[in-house]
């Protein structure tokens, strides 16, 4: 026998069995199998509360579109971006993007009107399933959306289900919005808060007018995801719905806005007047500067705008506050933020209210108009932008930054306007002052803050 038929005689009985059968192991061409998907049981552990992203909703045996579907996780809270289930005995799971601790939810109901019945349980796997909350209730002709709070009873998970149960009526519960928060890594911001208090459009006190938070609360890690929570990219994330309540009877807009508290949770210093909590401009009376907290001022912001309103009356329509300066009763400056639906870039302008007076506006990227075109320099939702509110005696200066360092700047004369006059104190004031009370009612404003630094200068005898 030759060397060559030997040879081949050896390789082809490497390659086979004693029965002669291919000992092969990689999967066959006509094979459509594949390895069973590995699931990762373990928990974890974090102290952070954040949006968690949802990357998929299926709904079984249910004959709406997959945009419909998408419509309860598209970030849109108006009636026209809403699901409505065919029957009242339904069932939704939401996919996360990444596993998480799953530690809260908003749900924002299509009617408000009633209460909506429902459980929510979580899974590793989409197949075994654990009950987080059973038998909820929601609350009937409310303002603010749904808070689903797990308390104790936080899961780790990767699916979650929500069994709709029907309405107070034995009717199908249409959603508008379903968000999930809680944790796959902690996050953590560095703006400091024990030197401001958070206005929110709850009245838990009852009052009539919306909730403060007060600066020791605030600092301590106060949060509420439907106004006021931490972003997994170390920010901290302020929303405004149109409706909600109101921070005096003389404001027509719902906020989430911080207020500058130069006391520090030193209530011996009261709120209002001139004194350690308050500012002044170094214009004023000698006898208003050794008072003052603190003399002139810079506001120094990192902000992305994330979410302005497209519903409502076309003056108010994408219109949001991002920052002011308050005095008394009147603001020497506000700062807005405007994107008009049909436009991918947002405007940014500012309003200098004299003492008792009219407003003057400067707009310093492109326009505020109802109308306005698209600003070919503007800012589109989500891009960071920097922005310095400065007073030295009455000049005041605003200058925004772009992300790709081009600066914008407005000077204005304050000479004439009257808050250099005694008894006039002023404070800053960041965050979401949604411009807008005329859009549906889970329309919303919503910005991520990643830097609010205040200075003053201090009086010297």
């Not at 061409?29 to 954040?50: H, M, Q, R």
């Not at 929110?200 to 600092?219: R, Y």
Request: aromatic share 10%; charged share 20%.
């Amino acid at each position: 026998m030759s060397r060559f038929i030997i040879l081949l005689l050896t390789l082809l009985l490497a390659n086979c069995s004693i029965d002669g059968s291919n000992e092969e192991t990689t999967k066959n061409e006509d094979d459509n199998t594949t390895p069973a998907e590995v699931i990762d049981y373990s928990e974890i552990t974090c102290s952070a509360t954040y949006d968690l992203p949802i990357a998929e909703v299926t709904i079984p045996e249910q004959s709406a579109s997959p945009s419909e579907i998408a419509y309860m996780t598209d970030g849109v809270k108006t009636v026209s971006s809403a699901w409505q289930p065919n029957a009242s005995q339904t069932f939704i799971t939401f996919k996360l993007e990444q596993k998480s601790l799953i530690k809260e939810f908003v749900i924002s109901w299509l009617d408000n009107t009633v209460a909506h019945n429902f459980d929510i349980s979580t899974s590793f796997d989409d197949n075994e399933w654990h009950s987080l909350a059973t038998n909820i209730t929601s609350t009937a002709n409310y303002i603010i959306a749904d808070r689903i709070n797990l308390s104790n009873s936080a899961q780790t998970g990767s699916y979650i289900k929500l069994q709709l149960n029907g309405d107070e009526n034995n009717q199908a519960s249409g959603i508008i919005e379903f968000e999930a928060f809680g944790c796959n890594q902690e996050a953590a911001h560095n703006i400091e808060l024990i030197d401001w208090y958070l206005s929110v459009q709850t009245d838990e006190d009852n009052n009539g007018k919306s909730d403060s938070i007060k600066e020791t609360a605030l600092a301590d890690g106060y949060f509420d995801p439907r106004f006021f929570y931490p972003s997994a990219d170390s920010g901290l994330v302020f929303t405004s719905s149109v409706k909600g309540y109101k921070t005096s009877t003389n404001t027509k807009y719902v906020r989430s806005e911080l207020r500058e508290m130069l006391r520090r949770g030193n209530s011996n210093h009261k709120t209002q007047g001139v004194n350690k909590n308050n500012w002044v401009f170094s214009s004023a009376p000698s006898a208003d500067l050794s008072k003052a907290g603190g003399i002139d001022g810079i506001l120094d912001v990192e902000v992305a705008v994330n979410s302005v309103t497209t519903t409502g009356e076309d003056y108010q329509v994408g219109r949001v506050i991002i920052g002011q300066i308050h005095a008394n009763d009147d603001e020497p400056v506000r700062l807005y933020y405007r994107k008009l639906p049909n436009n991918s870039n947002g405007s940014i302008y500012i309003a200098h209210e004299l003492l008792e007076g009219d407003d003057t506006y400067y707009e310093l990227i492109g326009s505020r108009s109802n109308n306005a075109s698209n600003p070919s320099d503007g800012i589109p939702l989500n891009e960071k932008f920097s922005y310095q509110i400065k007073v030295v005696g009455n000049q005041l200066t605003v200058t925004v930054t772009k992300n790709d360092n081009q600066t914008y700047t407005q000077v204005v004369d304050m000479s004439n306007s009257r808050y250099d006059e005694g008894g006039q104190y002023m404070y800053f004031k960041a965050g979401v002052y949604n411009q807008n009370n005329s859009g549906d009612l889970h329309d919303y404003v919503q910005a991520t803050f990643y830097k609010i630094d205040n200075a003053h200068e201090q009086y010297e005898f």
